[in-house]
């Protein structure tokens, strides 16, 4: 059930190759936001900066956009699979149209062992969209799924406090990281169980096509997200409490 004009295959693909021009014009004009002194580190870690810069306001855009799409049509909410209006269609070809520029930026600036995982998923997660955006089903699905970019907010952040020289200790790291915390459980565990438990409970009412290619999606980026939640934790926190005790042993021993 649409609520307005409805989006063709090809204005579908418009949007996404607009939404890939405007993310590289993003990356052009981000050269106004990079600080001065990482042209003095190296030229991997500006390119670093300005591929997490634009990571980020994809997720701005998307996370609080997702969040729209159920406040000017609630009744998504409740169907997943046939209700959306223009506005949810459109923003599901933008992130597309975000991913594939990630890719391409990766693929021709990265070629490191942790690009091939994002790039991997990004491919997954286009593979699923295109399908939403040129069939007009599970548009709903599609848009929970971009409610994790609430996460992606301050989960780029804590990346670009890295590339800027924060320390770990220092309170507005701190309080970056305890936030992405608590919104990585919120809007990226739980929505991803919720999503997966969605998909088992509608199985009978999902074609098997679809519910193959559903289920290999959410196996594929659940993994990833549970990977990524124990680096963070092993990172930001775990480490950080054992090199505190070893101080304190190392200050009574000493």
């Known amino acids: 059930m649409e609520t ?3 989006i063709t295959i090809y204005d579908g693909l418009i949007i996404v190759v607009l939404s890939y021009l405007g993310f590289q014009l993003i990356n052009k004009m981000s050269d106004i936001v990079v ?3 990482t042209t003095f580190i190296n030229k991997q870690q500006r390119w670093r900066f300005k591929n997490i810069f ?4 994809h997720s701005l855009i998307t996370g609080i956009w997702a969040v729209l799409c159920f406040y000017t049509i609630p009744d998504m909410a409740e169907d997943l699979i046939n209700t959306y209006n223009t506005f949810s269609v459109t923003l599901v070809a933008v992130s597309i149209g975000y991913f594939f520029y990630d890719v391409f930026d990766m693929l021709y600036n990265n070629r490191a062992r942790q690009s091939y995982e994002l790039i991997f998923h990004h491919i997954v997660v286009i593979f699923c969209f295109g399908i939403t ?8 699905y599609a848009v929970v799924a971009l409610l994790v970019e609430l996460n992606g907010i301050f989960l780029h952040t804590r990346q670009i406090l890295q590339i ?3 320390s770990k200790e220092n309170k507005i790291y701190r309080l970056n990281s305890l936030v992405n915390i608590g919104t990585f459980v919120g809007f990226r565990i739980l929505t991803l169980t919720w999503m997966t438990r969605w998909l088992v409970y509608n199985r009978d009412v999902v074609p098997f096509k679809m519910y193959t290619i559903g289920s290999v999606g959410m196996a594929i980026v659940t993994v990833m997200n549970i990977i990524l939640f124990l680096r963070l934790l092993k990172s930001d926190f775990f480490r950080q409490k054992k090199e505190t005790a070893s101080f304190i042993f190392d200050a009574k021993n000493g």
């Not at 634009?54 to 306001?57: E, R």
């Not at 955006?133 to 709903?140: E, F, L, N, P």
């Open 4 to 6: 307005d004009q409805d």
């Open 133 to 140: 955006v040129t069939t007009h089903v599970y548009v709903g």
């Open 54 to 57: 634009v990571s980020w306001v």
């Open 164 to 166: 800027c020289g924060f």
């Open 35 to 37: 600080p001065t002194y």
